[in-house]
């Protein structure tokens, strides 16, 4: 249901309180004017063209404000079970084992390349966890849950950003689709991964991943810096796009350090932050210029560490530039990591595959009506039966080298 209600006035600090099929609206005004309707869906309170106040000095290139739910009002709604918390808790030790090097498994951040239809997450979730099932004594598989996506200009910026695909940009709808799908997919018992990408959004979800990422644009980038050593799951730090390896160790060793910085609390407040830095920081090697997944990158990688006095940690991309733009050569990047394990090397813990239940990708602009099922809308990707050969085949080749590894 949706009322419309044209209204123009200036108002500072009033309050209004609007009752609508039993939910009650208490929404705080501030020097602001309203010359377009004011929309209310089911029990969301939303502004259309609610415009600021402007100065000489401030707001110039502002041209609307809409306040947003709370982080604790969120997880209120859409809460994890005790089971999903434990749960969580629980796979956060696991992949900080297997980058400390304790557990001997090989860890596989696995999925599409963004999350945009939450029917086929959800299929590609179940087949992920059977899969696991099968593998699971050597490969411990995350399942990547990307909503935010960095662009190099424009386009689609993920599902929060834009949940409809239409340029609405209805972020608070997007926050609770993207929350709703996260709990769904913890009670189901499937390790998480995701890309900080927005400093705030980690409040809203966070609590609900078991790994994240810092992307190549972001890397090098004090705020996101700051942002991982307070992260509460081990986090990867990828190599620029120029393939320089120092951003990432540097970020890394960054992200180790405590750190003091402002940011939201979860009552939505404005808050000085002091993170104790995290222990957890590894480098994902995903190409630049060139690839660097092969034996020399990865060596060069590891004295680059050690030269900082810090732990060879190591996580392959196979997409990326690693793939050179070509998903269908993800699997010969696989090959190439897995043969460095058989041949001795010590240091990769981790790779990274974009893989969805159809290969490919197709445009994020087209009506939605003709969108296919399974396809990518950003990045493209293998397929499922690709990813299971795939994974499998990593499975027989690494028995029963990962175990030796431990005892080397």
């Not at 090989?106 to 696991?132: F, M, N, T, W």
Request: hydrophobic share 35%; with cysteine.
């Amino acid at each position: 249901m949706t009322i419309n209600i044209k209204c123009k006035f200036k108002f500072t600090l009033m309050f209004f309180k609007f009752t609508l099929e039993k939910c009650l609206y208490a929404v705080i005004l501030s020097s602001i004017e309203i010359d377009k309707p004011i929309k209310i869906h089911g029990c969301n309170l939303k502004f259309t063209g609610v415009e600021m106040q402007k100065s000489e000095l401030s707001n110039i290139h502002i041209s609307g404000e809409q306040v947003l739910i709370t982080p604790n009002q969120l997880k209120e709604k859409l809460p994890l079970s005790e089971k999903g918390r434990q749960f969580i808790q629980s796979t956060r030790q696991d992949i900080s084992n297997i980058i400390k090097k304790t557990d001997h498994r090989l860890l596989v951040v696995c999925g599409p390349c963004s999350i945009h239809d939450v029917d086929a997450a959800l299929e590609y979730a179940k087949r992920l966890k059977a899969l696991q099932e099968v593998v699971g004594d050597q490969l411990y598989l995350v399942m990547r849950v990307y909503f935010e996506k960095p662009r190099t200009t424009v386009g689609w910026k993920g599902l929060i950003n834009d949940p409809h695909l239409d340029g609405t940009f209805d972020i608070e709808h997007g926050l609770h689709v993207a929350r709703r799908l996260l709990v769904q997919l913890a009670e189901m018992e499937i390790p998480l991964a995701t890309e900080a990408l927005d400093p705030i959004s980690p409040q809203y979800l966070g609590d609900t991943f078991s790994w994240s990422a810092i992307g190549a644009r972001t890397t090098e980038s004090q705020t996101h810096r700051e942002m991982a050593s307070g992260l509460s799951m081990p986090v990867g730090f990828k190599n620029g796009t120029d393939g320089s390896l120092s951003t990432a160790v540097n970020a890394m060793q960054a992200a180790s350090s405590s750190h003091r910085f402002m940011g939201i609390n979860r009552d939505g407040q404005v808050a000085l932050l002091t993170t104790q830095g995290n222990p957890d920081g590894h480098v994902i090697l995903r190409g630049g210029k060139q690839t660097n997944y092969d034996s020399v990158s990865v060596n060069e990688c590891e004295q680059e560490l050690a030269g900082q006095g810090l732990d060879a940690a190591l996580m392959i991309d196979c997409s990326h530039a690693n793939s050179r733009k070509d998903y269908r050569r993800q699997p010969l990047v696989a090959e190439d990591a897995i043969h460095q394990i058989r041949e001795g090397n010590r240091s990769i813990i981790g790779l990274m595959i974009e893989s969805h239940i159809h290969e490919g990708n197709q445009p994020s602009d087209i009506p939605l009506n003709e969108m296919k099922y399974g396809v990518s809308i950003t990045d493209a990707c293998i397929n499922w039966d690709s990813t299971e050969a795939l994974l499998k085949h990593a499975h027989q080749e690494l028995v029963p080298f990962l175990q030796n590894r431990l005892k080397d």
